[in-house]
């Protein structure tokens, strides 16, 4: 019997404390603007971030200095922005980005460590043994009342998004498991050995590879004309590898449906 965790969410109004929602939000400001200057580019103009330890410690005192709030939220700031740069870095070095990112939104995240939840009460900290948003459960009707656990809250003004995570058993009769390699999908379907070719999927990616590595040398003599045709066979590219993928996900989904219409009728 094979377990797995179900996620769902659910808002509640509250009366937030909106001091912690404009101190998170300036703390997060302050933290993209540390991060940010650990972004840097090689000759290649491509942007990476190199932020270690000893600079995320640096950034995490200067942070608390003078803050009066329970320090994972300063923790969780430096997390998000964090996953904000890389994800920004991701789509800078696509091209796809233009100006740098920054912080619009008025959200807390409050990790599992700033609250407790005991017979559906939840204690969330906002200044430590001082001050709590106290939210109980039992009010609000909606919410569901057989979950496991409680992950992850996010404090907006006026709402309060709570993360319920219930774990269910998972029955299946007969399992299918893929390997996926470079040139083929080797697959365990109904105790056979089953491989679906790659090399088509393979084949479209090289034959691009190398259309972008000539259309990259008239970068210097013709950036407009280089960058339109980079768009152009990027689109091309993608849309041959869709329809690829979209026919060998179609073909494998009817072969199972099939071997389990044959199983069924057999029984």
């Known amino acids: 019997m094979q377990r797995a965790v179900v996620v769902k969410a659910y808002k509640v109004p509250v009366k937030a404390p909106l001091d912690l929602i404009e101190a998170y939000f300036e703390v997060k400001k302050k933290a ?14 491509k942007a990476h971030l190199h932020f270690n330890k000893d600079e ?17 939220y300063v923790d969780s700031a430096i997390n998000s922005v964090i996953g904000l740069v890389k994800g920004w870095v991701k789509l800078y070095n696509r091209g796809k980005a233009k100006s740098k990112p920054e912080i619009t939104k008025k959200n807390v995240y409050i990790k599992t460590t700033l609250f407790t939840c005991k017979n559906e009460v939840l204690k969330v900290s906002i200044e430590p043994r001082r001050r709590y948003l106290v939210v109980d459960l039992k009010e609000f009707e909606w919410l569901p009342r057989d979950y496991t656990s409680i992950g992850g809250l996010i404090l907006k003004e006026g709402e309060l998004i709570i993360t319920f995570k219930k774990e269910v058993k998972l029955k299946a009769e007969k399992w299918s498991s893929f390997d996926v390699n470079l040139t083929n999908i080797t697959a365990l379907i109904n105790d056979e ?14 034959v691009y590879e190398i259309k972008r590595k000539k259309i990259q040398k008239l970068f210097k003599s013709k950036p407009k004309t280089a960058r339109r045709l980079m768009e152009k066979y990027k689109m091309r590219e993608r849309n041959r590898a869709r329809d690829f993928m979209h026919k060998l996900t179609t073909k494998i989904a009817r072969m199972l449906v099939e071997i389990k219409s044959e199983q069924y009728w057999k029984t």
């Open 32 to 45: 993209l603007s540390g991060v940010l200057k650990h972004v840097k580019y090689s000759s290649s103009r």
């Open 193 to 206: 050995v089953v491989k679906f070719c790659l090399k088509p999927l393979y084949h479209i990616h090289r």
């Open 56 to 72: 995320r410690r640096k950034l995490r005192s200067k942070l608390l200095e003078k803050w009066k709030y329970s320090k994972h």
